[in-house]
């Protein structure tokens, strides 16, 4: 298998790519789907079917089509990117595809094993719009000859484990966390058009909504379940909180050109996608990350410079290569540890739990 560093230059390296499952590749997963079975969402019916009315409505259905203009302004934009500046594009291809494909599987798998009504037409809805997002995806690694085989990955990717309730916590994140992503990257090229480097950009408006929904639709099943957000579980929401964005954060540092080309400064990008999902998540989690503590991003960015050193490591080779990344391995955790510790913000939860997709 090739390093994670490894530069995408075949379509096996971009397939090889997909299935790595390190830290900070997108993972697939699989839970338990009795219990998934068992989940009641009466206490918040009447939005629920509200939202069901939603997917139903499919206000997407025709939106993940390529125009007459697409094809041109690749080959007009792609022979623009510097090698490195590709490679970053690459990667960002080939890791959000592999994410969208991950929600894809597991919202398949829950629908095939369930028979409760709503969380079958829920996850068949869900499932529809990832697989759209993935094959969009996969349109454009094909314009590089990189297509990825997504039934080969889905036979070869390993799949990690999660009970029901991490699932919710992380997805309803991710999905969230992937709204905001993708409407800061919309709104700053909707001003900023000359800074487009790819025609993909201009689908993601319509897109991240599908997201935002996906996200309403676990913040109902957890304010259906409220035990979820109580007691105990509060340490498991404030991990997923420190993991989801510690994750982003390290991972977009480490391939910053892809936000330098669109005249985004990283740094500023992640803490605004922080913010408004920090601002969202209050529908639903009763506490959120102090974001905007100097603590907080100091933390931030020595785990980005622990991680800078463990890759420097890896690539060099050698018997203290891994005496480095053991060390490395220690002090991240000691500091993903100190930046857990902190004091969080406290939330009431709102009556509604629905949200419009307002940024
Ligand atoms: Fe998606
Ligand atoms: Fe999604």
């Given at each position: 298998m090739a390093p994670v560093t490894a530069p995408i230059e075949t379509a096996r390296d971009a397939n090889e790519k997909a299935v790595q499952s390190t830290l900070l590749n997108p993972r697939f997963y699989t839970t338990d789907f009795d219990a998934m079975d068992r989940i009641d969402v009466e206490p918040v019916r009447k939005e629920w079917d509200l939202m069901m009315q939603e997917y139903e409505g499919d206000?997407?259905?025709?939106?993940f089509q390529r125009d007459a203009a697409f094809a041109d302004e690749v080959a007009l934009l792609?022979?623009?990117?510097s090698p490195e500046m590709r490679q970053e594009f690459l990667d960002f291809l080939v890791s959000s595809l592999t994410s969208e494909f991950s929600g894809c599987i597991l919202y398949n798998e829950i629908r095939k094993h369930v028979t409760n009504p709503d969380i079958k037409q829920l996850m068949t809805y869900m499932a529809r719009d990832e697989s759209r997002h993935a094959g969009f995806i996969n349109q454009s690694l094909r314009d590089f000859g990189?297509?990825?085989d997504l039934g080969d990955l889905k036979r070869t990717k390993a799949y990690t484990y999660f009970k029901p309730k991490y699932i919710f916590y992380a997805t309803y994140l991710s999905e969230k966390i992937g709204y905001a992503r993708y409407i800061t990257i919309f709104r700053h090229l909707e001003k900023?058009?000359?800074?487009?480097?790819?025609?993909?950009?201009?689908?993601f408006e319509r897109w991240c909504n599908d997201e935002f929904r996906h996200g309403e639709s676990f913040a109902l099943i957890m304010r259906a379940n409220p035990h979820l957000l109580r007691g105990g579980n509060r340490l498991w929401i404030k991990f997923f909180l420190l993991a989801v964005y510690a994750t982003m954060y390290v991972r977009d540092h480490t391939r910053p050109m892809l936000h330098e080309a669109m005249g985004l400064e990283t740094d500023e990008y992640d803490y605004t996608v922080f913010r408004i999902t920090t601002d969202i998540s209050k529908q639903v989690f009763p506490l959120s990350l102090d974001t905007d503590n100097p603590k907080f991003r100091a933390g931030l960015s020595r785990l980005f410079e622990i991680s800078k050193a463990n890759d420097a490591a890896k690539e060099k080779g050698g018997v203290f290569s891994y005496a480095t990344r053991a060390v490395c391995g220690i002090q991240a955790f000691w500091t993903f540890g100190r930046l857990y510790m902190m004091d969080t913000l406290e939330h009431e939860l709102p009556i509604n739990t629905r949200m419009a997709a307002s940024w």
């Open positions: 206000n997407n259905h025709d939106h792609m022979p623009q990117l990189l297509g990825i900023n058009p000359d800074k487009r480097f790819h025609p993909i950009f201009r689908w």
